[in-house]
């Protein structure tokens, strides 16, 4: 029985989003400039979501469609979109799913796109996991007769489905997932084997969690994911008006109506001046202006503004004079600093608000996203930048001519030693591999050593040549060239699970500087005693294509939350010395030119785990 219409949807069973997708959906539709590819990820995994969505553009639930009319859609329509969310909260009386329950169907959705890519509807898998996860939750779309076909006939003897469509027998196995009938019905409709069953649901399983960890979607989180809804969309109506500002002065304005309302006070801005040599408060109104040298080693602000950041603060006589008269200037004792990347930086009163952190972040980030889109910044930097860039040009020039001399100093010595050794094969396979690496390090400079002049649009990536790599032989070597490093830090790293051929086509060299990083790290990020394995696991299935995954894992602390939603990019690295924090950045980089993917799990008590999936067909050179 249909028990609900509007919209061009009907609902058989009532199926609500979780306030986590919520969040994160408000967040992506929210920002002043959409992230297209987020948000398609997010409407392929939440079925309500993505049926008005296929409803506001008109089409039915076909994913390539979808992703091209997302591309287009006018500036309005996010607005359209952000209405979703009160149609989606608890105020319809209509009991939300749990997480737990969520990622269930989905599961079994993506389930049901794996068992599509082994049928003749290989080429629009994705296109069946939308129109199973839609109807595993009930939702008729009236454009789609596929997704009408599958609730008319849903529940009917499987021995009635002989000869029907693939996608109606996918379906009937998808909807046995929770009552545990899912592995039979796949014997019976499509012939697959009790094994190759249960692979393929623990991939689908595995694909679900990392999709919940890549957009902090888990129930791991101890978020209020309500509250953070009910504040963004605060913050989100009270500063909707910062995107027509045209300059500094003219926000500052907007800020102090905005805050008052979501603060009840009116949080203070410093900006860097043109000379970046302090940071002056923003306040028309003063008579005179504030000041704060960044030069200030005993300011707290001075310090947050070169090391970027958040920090709450309390005034206690351990700080710095010139914090405590900003602080009282606000009549706080205490405040929560946030800094503006390289414009500068935010204070807000925190006296009487326990969860002034995440509204502070959120506010702070509308004001600096709105005022970067309107180019408002007072600062010109344009020649610093240009005369800065120009000194590093030259600094990279130095440091790649001064390290080829050692380099060819160790390849000299390494060829001696392979003529002393050469009758010991297990020495000259040692060498071998430092051979190897040498090599692949000379390779990595000589593409360093001709910087251009001038920095263009064109950032292709130089062409390099693809190979065929063995797994197996391949991460033995890797764990070998590792194994004194690891010793040396007292950690043990050894082979993890391998299973299938391993045979894939790759550039191995930017292979070998993916894993190369994420297993330094992963042994860096061990205590003494810590565990590091490699193993890899081929016949993978991912967004419709096939290959391996390669797999790094530690027992170290994992990796904190605010880390991991920034992984992608280059940042300061927390572990001191001549770390760079660039690792993970160049790994991100580099798996994209590869065709890959990487994903991470990371948990405090159980470790980190990064995925390298690599598709069977290599991208084009």
Same mark, same amino acid.
Not at 140 to 146: K, L, P, S, T
Not at 334 to 356: I, K, Q, R, S
Not at 375 to 389: G, N
Not at 421 to 444: K, V, Y
């Given at each position: 029985?249909?028990?609900?219409?509007?919209?061009?949807?009907?609902?058989?069973?009532?199926?609500?989003?979780?306030?986590?997708?919520?969040?994160?959906?408000?967040?992506?539709?929210?920002?002043?400039?959409?992230?297209?590819?987020?948000?398609?990820?997010?409407?392929?995994?939440?079925?309500?979501?993505?049926?008005?969505?296929?409803?506001?553009?008109?089409?039915?639930?076909?994913?390539?469609?979808?992703?091209?009319?997302?591309?287009?859609?006018?500036?309005?329509?996010?607005?359209?979109?952000?209405?979703?969310?009160?149609?989606?909260?608890?105020?319809?009386?209509?009991?939300?799913?749990?997480?737990?329950?969520?990622?269930?169907?989905?599961?079994?959705?993506?389930?049901?796109?794996?068992?599509?890519?082994?049928?003749?509807?290989?080429?629009?898998?994705?296109?069946? *996991?939308?129109?199973?996860?839609?109807?595993?939750?009930?939702?008729?779309?009236?454009?789609?007769?596929?997704?009408?076909?599958?609730?008319?006939?849903? #529940?009917?003897?499987?021995?009635?489905?002989?000869?029907?469509?693939?996608?109606?027998?996918?379906?009937?196995?998808?909807?046995?997932?929770?009552?545990?009938?899912?592995?039979?019905?796949?014997?019976?409709?499509?012939?697959?084997?009790?094994?190759?069953?249960?692979?393929?649901?623990?991939?689908?399983?595995?694909?679900?969690?990392?999709?919940?960890?890549?957009?902090?979607?888990?129930?791991?989180?101890?978020?209020?994911?309500?509250?953070?809804?009910?504040?963004?969309?605060?913050?989100?109506?009270?500063?909707?008006?910062?995107?027509?500002?045209?300059?500094?002065?003219?926000?500052?304005?907007?800020?102090?109506?905005?805050?008052?309302?979501?603060?009840?006070?009116?949080?203070?801005?410093?900006?860097?001046?043109?000379?970046?040599?302090?940071?002056?408060?923003?306040?028309?109104?003063?008579?005179?202006?504030?000041?704060?040298?960044?030069?200030?080693?005993?300011?707290?602000?001075?310090?947050?503004?070169?090391?970027?950041?958040?920090?709450?603060?309390?005034?206690?006589?351990?700080?710095?004079?010139?914090?405590?008269?900003?602080?009282?200037?606000?009549?706080?004792?205490?405040?929560?600093?946030?800094?503006?990347?390289?414009?500068?930086?935010?204070?807000?009163?925190?006296?009487?608000?326990?969860?002034?952190?995440?509204?502070?972040?959120?506010?702070?980030?509308?004001?600096?996203?709105?005022?970067?889109?309107?180019?408002?910044?007072?600062?010109?930097?344009?020649?610093?930048?240009?005369?800065?860039?120009?000194?590093?040009?030259?600094?990279? *020039?130095?440091?790649?001519?001064?390290?080829?001399?050692?380099?060819?100093?160790?390849?000299?010595?390494?060829?001696?030693?392979?003529?002393?050794?050469?009758?010991?094969?297990?020495?000259?396979?040692?060498?071998?591999?430092?051979?190897?690496?040498?090599?692949?390090?000379?390779?990595?400079?000589?593409?360093?050593?001709?910087?251009?002049?001038?920095?263009?649009?064109?950032?292709?990536?130089?062409?390099?040549?693809?190979?065929?790599?063995?797994?197996?032989?391949?991460?033995?070597?890797?764990?070998?060239?590792?194994?004194?490093?690891?010793?040396?830090?007292?950690?043990?790293?050894?082979?993890?699970?391998?299973?299938?051929?391993?045979?894939?086509?790759?550039?191995?060299?930017?292979?070998?500087?993916?894993? #190369?990083?994420?297993?330094?790290?992963?042994?860096?990020?061990?205590?003494?005693? #810590?565990?590091?394995?490699?193993?890899?696991?081929?016949?993978?299935?991912?967004?419709?294509?096939?290959?391996?995954?390669?797999?790094?894992?530690?027992?170290?602390?994992?990796?904190? *939350?605010?880390?991991?939603?920034?992984?992608?990019?280059?940042?300061?690295?927390?572990?001191?010395?001549?770390?760079?924090?660039?690792?993970?950045?160049?790994?991100? *980089?580099?798996?994209?030119?590869?065709? #890959?993917?990487?994903?991470?799990?990371?948990?405090?008590?159980?470790?980190?785990?990064?995925?390298?999936?690599?598709?069977?067909?290599?991208?084009?050179?």
């Amino acid at each position: 029985m249909r028990c609900g219409a509007g919209y061009g949807i009907t609902w058989e069973t009532r199926h609500v989003t979780p306030d986590a997708v919520i969040y994160r959906y408000l967040e992506i539709v929210s920002a002043p400039v959409l992230d297209v590819d987020r948000l398609f990820e997010l409407l392929c995994a939440d079925a309500d979501l993505l049926a008005r969505w296929l409803v506001l553009l008109d089409i039915p639930a076909d994913a390539s469609l979808l992703r091209a009319r997302l591309i287009d859609i006018p500036a309005n329509f996010t607005d359209v979109a952000q209405s979703h969310i009160w149609s989606l909260s608890a105020s319809t009386n209509v009991p939300g799913l749990s997480l737990n329950q969520w990622s269930q169907v989905l599961t079994a959705a993506c389930l049901a796109e794996t068992l599509c890519t082994d049928s003749h509807l290989a080429d629009k898998a994705l296109d069946c *996991r939308l129109k199973v996860l839609l109807a595993l939750s009930g939702l008729r779309i009236n454009q789609d007769d596929e997704i009408n076909d599958l609730l008319d006939y849903r #529940g009917v003897d499987p021995a009635l489905l002989e000869g029907t469509d693939a996608l109606l027998r996918v379906f009937a196995i998808a909807d046995g997932v929770q009552t545990g009938r899912a592995g039979a019905l796949a014997e019976m409709l499509l012939d697959i084997d009790p094994t190759s069953f249960e692979a393929k649901l623990n991939a689908a399983t595995a694909s679900v969690t990392a999709w919940c960890d890549r957009l902090g979607v888990n129930d791991r989180d101890d978020e209020n994911w309500s509250q953070r809804i009910a504040v963004l969309q605060q913050i989100e109506a009270a500063t909707a008006d910062f995107q027509s500002a045209g300059d500094w002065s003219e926000l500052w304005d907007m800020h102090v109506e905005a805050s008052r309302g979501v603060f009840q006070s009116t949080p203070l801005i410093f900006l860097l001046d043109s000379d970046n040599t302090s940071l002056v408060l923003l306040d028309p109104d003063r008579a005179t202006s504030v000041a704060i040298s960044v030069d200030n080693r005993a300011s707290t602000f001075t310090r947050l503004m070169r090391e970027g950041g958040a920090e709450r603060l309390i005034d206690s006589e351990t700080l710095a004079v010139v914090d405590r008269q900003v602080m009282r200037s606000l009549g706080a004792d205490e405040v929560y600093v946030v800094t503006l990347e390289n414009t500068g930086l935010m204070v807000f009163p925190a006296d009487d608000d326990p969860e002034v952190e995440y509204s502070a972040r959120v506010y702070s980030n509308r004001v600096l996203s709105q005022s970067q889109s309107q180019s408002v910044s007072p600062v010109d930097q344009s020649s610093q930048v240009e005369a800065f860039r120009q000194a590093e040009i030259l600094r990279l *020039r130095e440091l790649v001519h001064e390290a080829n001399n050692p380099l060819s100093i160790v390849h000299n010595y390494l060829h001696i030693l392979e003529l002393r050794l050469q009758h010991e094969p297990e020495a000259a396979e040692q060498l071998a591999l430092i051979g190897s690496e040498l090599s692949r390090a000379g390779e990595i400079f000589a593409r360093a050593r001709d910087v251009p002049g001038e920095q263009t649009e064109d950032t292709s990536v130089e062409d390099a040549p693809v190979e065929p790599v063995n797994l197996h032989q391949w991460t033995h070597g890797v764990i070998e060239l590792h194994s004194g490093f690891a010793q040396q830090r007292g950690v043990n790293i050894d082979a993890g699970e391998m299973t299938g051929e391993g045979h894939i086509i790759v550039d191995e060299g930017r292979l070998a500087q993916i894993v #190369g990083n994420l297993v330094k790290n992963a042994i860096e990020a061990c205590t003494l005693g #810590g565990e590091v394995s490699v193993g890899f696991h081929d016949g993978i299935m991912r967004n419709a294509r096939s290959g391996a995954e390669i797999q790094i894992r530690d027992d170290g602390p994992g990796i904190p *939350r605010e880390v991991l939603m920034n992984l992608r990019d280059t940042k300061e690295s927390a572990k001191g010395g001549d770390h760079q924090g660039v690792g993970l950045a160049v790994a991100y *980089r580099l798996t994209g030119e590869v065709g #890959g993917e990487l994903d991470v799990y990371s948990s405090a008590t159980t470790g980190t785990i990064f995925r390298l999936f690599l598709p069977a067909d290599p991208p084009s050179q």
